[in-house]
């Protein structure tokens, strides 16, 4: 094994051909404590890991990592819920005497302007929803392919079938074989993604389907007990108004819009104020939240100050408290060599100032959105 | 995970460095949003981290020279009007920079009006006139004592000025600010303007914002005041005599030497003078309080009865050598050299 040659010391390590082992492998024993939660020494987080896991102690389990299963049963147990109910993968619930499943939180990442960084904000916030023990599920709706891209599957190998291609199937009322869409990068399914590739922007068939803008909202209800897994939902949206684009919001209950401190996607805000202008005055029963995420931020910049100013005098209430300063990790997430080593930043650099970003950002996200775990109400204890 | 601490919005907002205003309508966003009220709520109720308006919070800036109310006339203003400021903190004006300012006001006349604000005739003060006119409305000067001064020693009558309303808080605060952009104030000049910001309760970094320096000189000037009277008789003389550096190395040498202060006053006063440079202060008071057993070769003098040296004897015990040095210039080396065979040999008598 020899280090990897970036200088942040981190526990991954590289084989001779260059490239990362252990990236989606984990986290140390102390992120993990802090992300579960765990209040106590690092031996017994240690050994209360090992029980829940149903392992036995390895010898040198000293330095090993933490996936985020594991800190979703440590969390689980410090949140008094149920250990079956927290591992299993169908999420049923009774309500008023009818049997259903639980809704996941379903995010949407979009902002009309392209390049403020809603691929990077969508792939750690998933990362970071994930290791706070939540059960994610990521949806590629940029044909593009960034978010694909940025978690190491190549979007021109063979994706058998993308959100496209599940939202057509509904359409003609297929069945839907949701399955054979998910990839899965974290264990027990506590991070899937529905990639795409190019093909994605075929969606002259959507023009002639009835009832298009309802699509998405009617896959997740026919597929609701595969999507009643997940916790939370987030898709990365295209940038750009498609037919598509209006598809995906209208599934959606939250909409994040990404800007960068700069007017340009500033002006994007009002893009977007009249694409949901559009869709609502369509379709009444669409109730959607907009919070905006202030991303690369630069504090010695004057302009980024009074676009800041602006901001908070524009849409007071809407914006995220954690301001994601502009940091360098953010480019080294992806390599256009090696697909295989991408991952987001939160997996490859947690301990570095973007990664404490995301952090925030996610923690204030489950409470503002009140993202439950296997629908149990949590209460983050302040950090 | 130990990286460092987020950028809070909230937290920008109450340092003043994002500013909120109310917005002259609902966003667009907002608009959109609110287009059909009667649907249900079905979402949870999340608390927003922000209240829903923001409190406007205009950022407090130190320069508050805007006057209480609006006159800002400008007119000729006589000479024999005009009080000096006494929050003035130049107590010196440096001649060559006086000439220069004197030759310009020659050729051009005061171009920058002053600023001056009416007062009643306050007791004791220094009036710049000849002759003080009792009649009329007297002006105390708020900024421009040099070009003022400059006027008077040319003989002008009157001079060009802003006439401000000003309370008495705006016209120290201006008085003081605006000599740091002229002519640099000395460090003990600008140690009495932190001190009256020292006075008001502000910390040493509150100063140096307002001043728009360093902390560490505030720190420094301040260090200056704190000198025993000695020193600051000198200063009182002549504010330029040294910097705050020196008054750093001055503190230092009264640690290593507690009793000898007068011979560091006396130093001092050589620099005022002139005689010395700031940058010689230690050597020359080390020179003088150190012992002089430095050397190893030790000089044995032997002396007549009026102290004229007659002999130096070295002895350098590593070569195990004794040298006789004759001082006198009329000296017979072969009656010396007998006269030391002598004794030497008498020496060897146990």
């Known amino acids: ?383 | 995970m130990s990286a460092r601490k987020a950028i809070k919005l909230s937290g920008l907002v109450n340092a003043g460095k994002v500013i909120v205003t109310e917005p002259s309508g609902p966003s667009l966003l907002a608009q959109a949003l609110q287009m059909q009220p009667e649907a249900a709520q079905d979402a949870p109720v999340v608390e927003p981290s922000l209240p829903a308006a923001l409190p406007i919070q205009p950022s407090p800036s130190p320069l508050s020279g805007e006057p209480s109310s609006p006159s800002n006339v400008l007119q000729q203003v006589r000479l024999d009007t005009l009080y000096v400021s006494p929050y003035q903190p130049r107590t010196r004006m440096s001649d060559e920079a006086m000439d220069f300012l004197r030759a310009s006001v020659d050729v051009l006349g005061i171009t920058a009006p002053i600023t001056v604000r009416p007062v009643a005739a306050p007791a004791g003060a220094a009036v710049l006139g000849e002759k003080a006119s009792p009649t009329g409305q007297m002006f105390e000067i708020v900024c421009g004592h040099r070009r003022t001064e400059a006027a008077r020693s040319l003989g002008l009558d009157t001079v060009p000025a802003y006439v401000r309303t000003l309370t008495d808080e705006e016209a120290e605060q201006l008085a003081r600010l605006d000599n740091e952009n002229s002519e640099p104030l000395c460090d003990f000049d600008r140690a009495k303007n932190f001190a009256a910001g020292k006075r008001k309760g502000l910390t040493q970094s509150r100063i140096a914002q307002e001043f728009g320096c360093s902390q560490a000189l505030v720190s420094e000037c301040l260090a200056l005041l704190d000198l025993p009277p000695d020193f600051l008789q000198i200063l009182e003389r002549n504010p330029a005599a040294f910097s705050a550096k020196t008054g750093k190395v001055i503190r230092d040498l009264r640690l290593a030497y507690p009793e000898n202060t007068a011979v560091i006053v006396e130093a001092v006063q050589r620099i005022a003078d002139g005689k010395l440079d700031q940058k010689a202060l230690r050597a020359s008071v080390e020179l003088r309080l150190q012992p002089v057993t430095a050397t190893r070769n030790t000089h044995r003098r032997v002396v007549d009865k009026q102290g004229k040296t007659l002999f130096t004897l070295h002895l350098k015990p590593k070569e195990r050598s004794v040298i006789v040095q004759c001082d006198q210039a009329d000296a017979d080396l072969d009656a010396i050299e007998a006269l030391l065979r002598a004794a030497l040999e008498s020496a060897q008598q146990p």
């Not at chain 1, 809704?103 to 929803?129: D, E, M, S």
């Not at chain 1, 058998?160 to 399955?179: F, K, M, N, S, Y």
């Not at chain 1, 506590?190 to 309802?214: H, K, S, V, Y």
């Not at chain 1, 869709?279 to 630069?298: G, T």
């Open chain 1, 1 to 383: 094994m020899y280090r990897c040659s970036c200088k942040i010391p981190c526990n991954k390590s590289t084989t001779m051909w260059g490239f990362s082992m252990t990236q989606f492998q984990g986290v140390r024993a102390r992120s993990a404590q802090e992300f579960s939660g765990y209040i106590g020494t690092a031996r017994n987080f240690r050994l209360l890991s090992d029980k829940l896991r149903g392992t036995g102690a390895a010898p040198d389990s000293y330095q090993r990592l933490y996936i985020p299963a594991d800190i979703r049963r440590v969390r689980c147990h410090e949140l008094g819920i149920p250990q079956d109910v927290a591992a299993s993968e169908s999420g049923k619930v009774e309500a008023a005497g009818k049997a259903g499943f639980r809704r996941p939180k379903v995010i949407n990442c979009r902002i009309p302007k392209g390049g403020v960084g809603k691929t990077t904000v969508a792939g750690n916030l998933a990362v970071g929803l994930a290791y706070f023990g939540h059960r994610v599920l990521l949806i590629d709706a940029d044909p593009q392919a960034s978010l694909t891209n940025l978690l190491g599957i190549d979007p021109s190998a063979n994706i058998p079938a993308h959100i496209g291609t599940l939202l057509r199937r509904v359409a003609l009322g297929e069945p839907t074989q949701v399955d054979q869409a998910v990839r899965a990068i974290h264990d027990e399914h506590m991070l899937d993604i529905i990639p795409c590739d190019i093909t994605l922007a075929n969606e002259a068939w959507l023009m002639g389907a009835t009832g298009r803008e309802f699509l998405f909202s009617r896959l997740l209800e026919q597929e609701a007990a595969f999507f009643s897994r997940y916790d939370v939902v987030l898709i990365d949206s295209a940038p750009g108004s498609s037919m598509l684009t209006t598809t995906m919001l209208v599934g959606s209950d939250h909409v994040l819009a990404v800007v960068t401190p700069e007017s340009q996607a500033i002006a994007a805000l009002e893009v977007l104020a009249s694409n949901i202008a559009d869709v609502k005055s369509a379709l009444r029963a669409v109730e959607l939240d907009v919070k905006i995420l202030v991303n690369r931020f630069n504090s010695a910049r004057r302009p980024h100050m009074d676009t800041l100013s602006f901001l908070a005098s524009q849409y007071p209430g809407q914006i995220i408290e954690t301001v994601v300063r502009d940091f360098i990790g953010f480019l080294r997430e992806v390599s256009p060599e090696k697909i295989e080593t991408n991952a987001p930043l939160l997996e490859k650099e947690p301990a570095s100032i973007g990664a404490r970003d995301i952090i925030d950002v996610t923690k204030s996200l489950i409470q503002q959105y009140d993202i439950r775990i296997a629908g149990h109400q949590q209460i983050l204890r302040a950090a």
